[in-house]
């Protein structure tokens, strides 16, 4: 009994590191999980391709337009004022088929007449198209005001130099798109460039902001006065 005893301790110190040695094994032996290696998720990237392209020579023609009207690029607020005083800006009112942006202040609500008459006939015949009103938002601006624009959007034009923003003169508006269906934007854009073609306007559309910048020619005022006349007259009630 004695020998059994004192053979009985190592004996069973044999067995259990027998035992942990085939349970490591057993755990370092199980079959590896396969892992899947990350993908790069695919980027799809559309062809910016407008109909209404913006241009450095379309800049150079905005600002041929207004070097031949011999139009100022207003300064300040003091001259802004003065102009809008002497009717030579004319302000934009809403209507059922123009909106105005409430973030424009009312002071910048103006713009020269032939593109007040440009706003009205276009959205005239986008509400009449669609039953919705076209929306401005943004019309004259002075000198100061796009030198501060473009501290904080380089894609806004130069407050000098040879392509100056022609909403420096009062000839230019934006229109918001962001409101507008795809099928609204297609006719936009047909009613635009059909002017365009005609050298009545120069217009573009916008990448990196929700907008459709037009810069309207001072001919316009003549064409537009030309196509009413030539209009059918509405027939007599009796």
Not at 63 to 73: F, S
Not at 142 to 154: D, I, P, S
Request: charged share 30%.
């Amino acid at each position: 009994m004695r020998l059994a005893s004192r053979f009985a301790g190592p004996f069973l110190l044999v067995f259990l590191c027998v035992v942990a040695s085939t349970n490591l094994f057993a755990l370092h032996s199980r079959t590896p999980v396969k892992r899947q290696k990350a993908t790069r998720r695919q980027v799809r990237h559309v062809r910016w391709n407008p109909v209404l392209k913006g241009s450095h020579e379309s800049m150079l023609r905005q600002n041929a337009v207004i070097n031949e009207l011999q139009l100022p690029r207003i300064a300040n607020e003091e001259e802004l004022l003065s102009l809008e005083v002497r009717d030579e800006l004319v302000p934009v009112s809403e209507s059922r088929a123009l909106r105005v942006s409430p973030r424009l202040d009312v002071t910048r609500r103006y713009c020269r007449r032939w593109t007040r008459q440009f706003l009205e006939d276009i959205s005239e015949a986008y509400y009449h198209q669609f039953n919705k009103p076209l929306w401005v938002t943004s019309l004259v601006r002075t000198v100061e005001q796009q030198h501060r624009l473009r501290r904080h959007n380089r894609n806004a034009a130069p407050a000098d130099g040879e392509i100056t923003s022609s909403h420096l003169a009062g000839i230019s508006v934006d229109f918001g798109k962001a409101p507008m269906l795809p099928r609204e934007r297609r006719w936009f854009d047909r009613y635009v460039l059909e002017l365009q073609q005609q050298g009545l306007v120069e217009a573009a559309e916008e990448r990196r902001q929700a907008c459709y910048h037009i810069m309207v020619s001072d001919k316009y005022e003549e064409w537009a006065a030309n196509r009413k006349l030539e209009a059918p007259a509405a027939p007599e009630t009796h």
